[in-house]
């Protein structure tokens, strides 16, 4: 897909501010991300119609200075585990270091949070889930950011699609 002329390519002009999560036990997600993560909950909003329902909306800071909210709507439940992969979606959070992410396998389990552990060749991962069953994944080293067009990424994609 071509950039319109004058434009300014999107990877140029925009940069992830914030996650927004659909959470269900209030006291449970608020407790999770305060005390077991560690995040302050910076925001916190609420209203009588976000699609006909009341809403609460908590917004947790992270270290890099984006934020993830959660949101949760008067009178819904948890869903069942639709017909997918157990860790998708999920959100990835960076530790500064594979000993961090030592010291997170520590604080999670201390808390009575199951993990899973990964390795993605120089990245090792831990994987685990909030009380509202979104999986969050916590990472080391963090990813390289990356904004140029990758051409083998691309070719991939396309001999992908080209199997449909």
Known sequence: MATPQ???P???ALRCDHVALQ???VDETHRFYAEVL???LV???SGDDWGGKAWLMMVFALGDGRRIALCTFKGTRKPAQRDRPPDLPHVAFAAGSRRTLGRWKTRLRGAGVA????SHGAQQSIYFSDPNGLVLEITAPAG???AR???VATAHVRRWISKK
Not at 115 to 118: A, K, L, P
């Open 149 to 151: 067009p990758n051409a």
């Open 144 to 146: 390289r950011p990356q």
């Open 10 to 12: 999107a990877t140029a």
């Open 23 to 25: 959470c269900y036990d």
């Open 43 to 45: 925001d916190c909003q």
């Open 38 to 40: 560690g995040l302050p």
């Open 6 to 8: 004058g434009r300014v």
């Open 115 to 118: 993990i899973q552990e990964e």
